[in-house]
Structure formats: C-alpha cells, structure tokens
C-alpha cells in the first residue's frame, strides 16, 4: 500500500486558485500531482451535489478553493460560499465522513507559492487518511 | 388542548362568514385512532368538523404553498415559524393569511402509544395531561409528558411567533432544556461510529419521501431526486444513494428547519431523520446565531453572510 496515492477533485474559482495553478505551472514550481482539476466560474458555484458525487465515485478526498474573502470577482460570492461551506463541511463530518477528506482554502491568482504550500498540505492529510472505503457508489 | 376546539370554531366561523378568509386549513378526525388528517373546511357550516388534540403534528404550513386564495390557519408554535419563514421566502405573504394561533402544549408520537399497549388501539382520547387508550382488551391512563414527539419534548417556542388571533392565553415556555442533547451524542463518537450510527439509522429507508412530502420548506418545482441531467441521486437501493439523498434533504432545510417533526411523524418506518436537520440546526445557531422563523426582519442565514463568519476550516 506505501505506494498507493490518493485522487483528489477539486474545484477552483476561474478567477483565483485556478489562476494559481496556472501559475505554480508556468513558474515550474513542483507540486503533487493527485489532483484533478475541475474549473468553476465561483466558489459560490459550488453545490454539495458536486463534492458528494466526487466522493460518491471514488475521489479519496475534495478540495475546494476560491478567492479570498473581499477578492471575489463576483463581489461577494465567496462569502455566502463560506457559509454553506461551514455547515456543508459540518454535515458531512457528522455524518462520517473523516474530517480532512474535504478541505477548503481561499488563494488568489498571484499566490502560486501559497499554491504549493497547501497543495502539499492538502494531499498529506488524505494520504495519510488512507483510501475511501465509505460512501462508494456501487457500480451496477 | 382540546379545550381549544370551541374557540378554533368560533373564530374559524366568524372569519369565513365575515369573509376574511375564502378556506380555513386545519384538521378533522380520521379514520384511524391518533391519526387527524388536515383538511380545508370552504363553508361556515362546515366548521363543525374542525379537531383539535395532541394529534395534530403535521404541518399546516405545507398546505399553503401556491394557493390563491385568502387563507386562515390553524397554528401551532413551529407552524408559525414556518408561515414565517413562507414569508421571508417571498413563497407567500401575511396579508393572504388569517393565522389563527394555538400555543402549543406538544403532540403525541402515535408509535410510543402503540409500544404501551400489545393489542390493536381502538380509541384514544385525552384530557389536558393525560391520555387515554383503549384496546379490545383493556384501557389505560397515560401521561402525555411521556408520549410526546421527541421535537416536542424539547420545544421551546411553543408559542405561535406571529398571529392574528389566539385560541387561548400564550403560555410558559419551558426552561432548562438542553435541545441539542441528540445531536452532542453522536458528536461525541468517532468518525466510524458516527458512519455506523447513520448506516443503521437510514437501514430501513425505503425511499418513499414521505420525510421530504410532509415538510413545508420542500415546496421546489423539481426536486433534487427527480433531477436526471445529472442525476445527482439514484433511484435504487444502493446505500450511497440513499444517504445522498438524506443529505441533501437535509442541507436543503439548513436555516430553515423549525424540527415541527412532520417529516419524522410522517416516515413509516420510524427513521429518526431529524437527526440530519438537527445537526444544521445547532450549526446555525451556533456560527450565525440563528434560529429559523423567529423573525420577518432578518434574512435566513445562508441569503447572508457576515464579514467575520468563521473560516478556521479554510486555508
Ligand atoms: S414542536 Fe413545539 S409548537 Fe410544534 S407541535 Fe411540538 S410542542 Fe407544539
Ligand atoms: S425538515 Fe422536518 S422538522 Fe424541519 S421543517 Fe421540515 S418537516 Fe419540519
Ligand atoms: S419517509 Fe422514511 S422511509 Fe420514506 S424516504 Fe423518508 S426516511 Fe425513507
């Protein structure tokens, strides 16, 4: 198993932390690879439809990034996101799933080194949950 | 409560003849003991058949959504709460509505009656405190206190919060409850236990949605288990499906649960499904200090937000 790596989905905000990838790219700063990117017009865009399907097929973790609170290209997006975000976070945990397979940050399109940093961070805490064994949708 | 009933014909009379109201929405007998179905009464004459005792624990609020007409309605503490919360919703507004309210003394759940007796429940009557049961072979003498719904039993706006007439005198509201107890519990367990308590709670869910047909905040055109295009739900057994869709049942009511318990009374397999609605409750009183259908003034909590709203969780 030491050689497992876990998929991550995640959903970036166009304006921002998907700014910020393209960024850490062109800027050759290494990063993890887990992760496959889905673009989302808003963090306020994002449903928890989304992040239970990405579970539900099989991602062993979520991340979900946007601007920072006061960066939202749509003004305030990002601030009704980070409610539902809250109680979203909340449910799911209370439900059982394990605190850190779904992980939020706020990055802007200049930070590429906050990029690495919390990608980094982000996928040490779901490899060292270990692969999904819940929530899996069966496959007939 | 029963000695309501006079007064809620009275008045439900009195604003249909003055024409104040075109329907009254309220509740007349049915046809099984503990089991009084709402009903729309049209006619002053018909007021007769209007009820009211600790069996009235469905919604009436349920039966507003997208009516033309002036409407008077018969409600409770947490009815009024979600009258309040149609109105924030721009669902409906208070000058189509004559609300006629009941302070509250709780309702009784029907499966704890039925677990004190062992044979089939004929009837079932009440005074103020207590309840009476009769079964072919025998009658017994209950307190209410000990059949109440679970929501009921740790109410604390029994009261009706906006009302256009009384029943009766507004009455205390209890003290000293602790209404997240249910919740702490399985806050208290591992991420396992917690999954294992959900997987056994949900078993028997045998997707019928009658949890999501009772509650009065379930009023959307399509809802999300019709949707196809995705479909974000299956609409099979698979066990992951079934606990998307308690989850998403749930999240839709953050904000603006009032745990009135209709989608838990109406479940027919006793699923505990306010253990979800619970636990978005306590968040929201808890990170944005709110509690759904107390006010007309305020926004619901997630058409807001606030500078500094917690964000410990986010990088
Ligand atoms: S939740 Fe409160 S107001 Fe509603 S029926 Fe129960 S006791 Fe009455
Ligand atoms: S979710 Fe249940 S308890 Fe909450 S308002 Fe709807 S029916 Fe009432
Ligand atoms: S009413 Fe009960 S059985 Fe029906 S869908 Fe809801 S929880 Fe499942």
Redesign the interface.
Same mark, same amino acid.
């Given at each position: 198993m030491s050689d497992w790596e876990p998929k991550i989905v995640s959903f970036f905000c166009n304006w921002c932390t998907y700014g910020a990838a393209d960024l850490a790219g062109v800027s050759r700063l290494e990063h993890p690879t887990n992760t496959r990117v889905i673009r989302v017009p808003c963090s306020g865009r994002i449903s928890? +439809?989304f992040i /239970?399907?990405a579970l539900?097929k099989g991602a062993d973790g979520v991340w979900v990034s946007g601007c920072h609170?006061?960066d939202c290209h749509y003004i305030?997006g990002n601030?009704?996101a980070?409610?539902?975000?809250?109680?979203? +976070?909340?449910? /799911?945990?209370?439900?059982?799933?394990?605190?850190g397979r779904v992980?939020?940050?706020?990055?802007s399109s200049a930070e590429s080194t906050k990029y690495v940093t919390?990608i980094n961070?982000v996928v040490s805490k779901i490899k060292a949950l270990g692969p999904r064994k819940?929530?899996?949708?069966?496959k007939n | 409560m029963i000695g309501y009933m006079d007064k809620i014909k009275e008045i439900s009379e009195r604003i249909l003849k003055e024409g104040k109201v075109d329907i009254i929405v309220g509740f007349r007998k049915g046809s099984l003991p503990m089991m009084n179905e709402p009903c729309v009464v049209k006619k002053a004459e018909d007021v007769k058949n209007l009820v009211w005792d600790s069996n009235c624990g469905i919604n009436l609020v349920n039966y507003l959504t997208n009516r033309k007409e002036k409407i008077g309605i018969i409600a409770k503490g947490c009815d009024t709460r979600n009258i309040v919360t149609h109105i924030v919703e721009n669902k409906i507004k208070k000058e189509q509505l004559f609300i006629i309210g009941v302070p509250c003394t709780g309702m009784i759940d029907k499966n704890k009656v039925a677990s004190k007796v062992d044979s089939e429940i004929i009837e079932v009557t009440e005074n103020e405190n207590t309840i009476k049961v009769k079964t072919k072979t025998n009658e017994i003498e209950l307190n209410k206190t000990d059949l109440l719904q679970e929501n009921c039993s740790i109410c604390v706006h029994r009261n009706p919060v906006v009302y256009d007439e009384l029943v009766a005198e507004l009455i205390e509201e209890p003290k000293d409850i602790d209404r997240y107890a249910s919740?702490k519990a399985?806050?208290s367990m591992s991420?396992?236990?917690?999954?294992?308590?959900?997987?056994d709670l949900i078993s028997t869910c045998i997707r019928c949605y009658a949890c999501r047909n009772a509650c009065p905040l379930c009023y959307c055109p399509t809802c999300?288990v019709d949707e196809s295009r995705?479909q974000?739900v299956?609409k099979g057994q698979?066990?992951?499906?079934i606990?998307?869709f308690h989850?998403?049942r749930?999240?839709h009511c953050?904000?603006r649960c009032t745990d009135c318990g209709s989608c838990e009374r109406a479940c027919p397999m006793g699923i505990k499904v306010r253990d979800?609605t619970k636990?978005?409750e306590k968040?929201?009183v808890e990170?944005?200090g709110w509690e759904a259908g107390m006010t007309l003034k305020e926004r619901p909590?997630?058409?807001?937000?606030k500078?500094n709203?917690?964000?410990d969780?986010?990088?």
């Open positions: 928890p +439809k /239970l399907a539900r609170p006061g305030e601030y009704y980070r409610r539902k975000f809250a109680l979203m +976070k909340n449910l /799911l945990e209370h439900m059982g799933i394990e605190p992980q939020f940050s706020w990055i919390v961070e819940n929530f899996i949708k069966s | 919740v399985v806050e991420a396992e236990e917690k999954w294992n308590y959900f997987e999300f995705p974000w299956g698979d066990k992951s499906d606990r998307t989850f998403l749930a999240f953050a904000g979800f636990k978005l968040d929201c990170l944005f909590p997630l058409d807001e937000f500078l709203d917690p964000e969780f986010i990088y």
